[in-house]
């Protein structure tokens, strides 16, 4: 998988984990909110993934 797709899906997850946790929080479900945060920080770490491959990528290129 490319840093970009990482990007994206990471970014994709952290907004639906927001709203999911939204939802949660408006109706009252605790659990429903926990998996919206357990996304958003799924979200976080694909981001951070691509992230590192962009400097791997660019440190390599150099060499």
Same mark, same amino acid.
């Given at each position: 998988? %490319?840093?970009? %797709? ?9 907004? /639906? +984990? $927001?709203?999911? *946790? %939204?939802? +949660?929080?408006?109706? #009252? ?6 998996? +919206? /945060?357990? *996304?958003? /920080?799924? #979200? ?5 993934? +691509?992230?590192? $491959?962009?400097?791997? =990528? =660019?440190?390599?290129?150099? /060499?």
């Amino acid at each position: 998988m %490319s840093s970009t %797709s990482d990007k994206i899906k990471g970014k994709a997850n952290e907004v /639906a +984990g $927001k709203a999911r *946790q %939204s939802v +949660g929080e408006a109706t #009252g479900n605790k659990e429903t909110k926990a998996k +919206g /945060a357990a *996304q958003e /920080a799924k #979200g976080h770490a694909q981001q951070a993934k +691509g992230k590192t $491959k962009d400097t791997v =990528k =660019k440190v390599v290129d150099k /060499a």
